[in-house]
């Protein structure tokens, strides 16, 4: 359906989008239209016309995890013979590779393992800052939830700890659909809406920058999606902490949730409104050349090098660096 011609001019115009409105455009709003207005918020805001991108891996250190989602088929309970913790040398066979390749940053997550607390993963940021030119990126919120609970510490005690450690930023990872309706049917042993928004808050406070994430395409209703959103854009408002917004659809594959997978244009679609709104602009798209090859993702082109690799992403898009 045609986008309403108030809608577009709100846009063009730089103003803000109601919750109605954002609701509306994720349901019936034209994706060709979508696309060419969020492309005029970014040229807007980077009139330069220059995508910039790192070159990061992500380790996955372990998948021990006591929080079970049901949309997860990553996780392992600890008597499992699938679950592991990175040894130090397996850690670094993969920072090195990184390096190698001219990677500078590390995005570090896991599952909550129960025995792991704050002297942990102290000890691991020191080792890393010590031995590598790296940047962290790493702990969920959530895992920064768990390792408080373990080390009967309070968020802000914790962060300033790892801070110190070495922690450069936070991923936005755990965050999936930031409403406790979702979160109760699909995984809230990983905290409450309010956790996710106290970390990064905390963080923000402490100087810690950190992205954004949202997992969508299962139990949620386009309310909620647009809910998170808002709840992204005024923590931003107060903060200015984000540095991106990263989105991906769940994928059910071996999961207890199981469904169907959205398509490549609903997830473009979901993007393209999510760019519409300034405060979250810096967007990474990370469905690759599926997703792409839609004419429309060229308007929503902000890239990584990543992938798949054991106990960790890492793929590799050379013809990014010729991109026009």
Not at 173 to 179: I, K, R, T
Not at 229 to 251: E, M, N, P, S, V
Request: proline letters at 3%.
């Amino acid at each position: 359906m045609a986008i309403a011609e108030a809608v577009a001019k709100k846009v063009l115009g730089g103003e803000r989008l109601s919750r109605e409105e954002g609701v509306a455009l994720l349901r019936d709003g034209d994706l060709l239209e979508l696309g060419m207005l969020a492309d005029s918020v970014r040229r807007r805001l980077h009139p330069e016309g220059i995508v910039t991108y790192i070159i990061d891996r992500n380790i996955n250190y372990t998948n021990v995890c006591t929080a079970q989602c049901a949309f997860c088929a990553f996780y392992r309970d600890l008597p499992s013979k699938e679950g592991y913790l990175l040894s130090k040398e397996q850690l670094a066979q993969k920072i090195e590779e990184t390096l190698a390749l001219g990677g500078n940053q590390i995005l570090l997550q896991g599952g909550l393992h129960p025995d792991l607390g704050i002297e942990f993963y102290e000890e691991l940021f020191r080792w890393m800052k010590s031995t590598y030119p790296i940047w962290i990126h790493g702990l969920s919120p959530a895992e920064i939830k768990h390792i408080d609970r373990v080390s009967h510490l309070t968020t802000e005690q914790t962060l300033r700890r790892l801070i110190a450690a070495g922690l450069d930023s936070i991923p936005g990872g755990g965050a999936e659909v930031l409403s406790d309706r979702v979160r109760q049917i699909i995984g809230i042993a990983k905290g409450s809406t309010a956790d996710w928004i106290d970390v990064m808050e905390t963080a923000h406070r402490l100087g810690l920058r950190t992205t954004a994430t949202m997992m969508f395409g299962h139990v949620e209703t386009l309310e909620e999606r647009i809910d998170h959103l808002l709840h992204l854009r005024d923590l931003q408002d107060r903060t200015g902490g984000f540095t991106a917004f990263i989105a991906w659809t769940f994928q059910p594959t071996n999961t207890a949730m199981a469904g169907d997978e959205l398509t490549s244009f609903q997830y473009l679609r979901t993007l393209a409104v999510a760019r519409l709104e300034p405060r979250l602009s810096r967007i990474t798209v990370l469905h690759g050349r599926i997703a792409a090859r839609p004419r429309i993702a060229a308007y929503l082109k902000s890239a990584r090098r990543l992938a798949f690799n054991e106990h960790g992403m890492f793929r590799h898009y050379p013809e990014l660096d010729t991109a026009n």
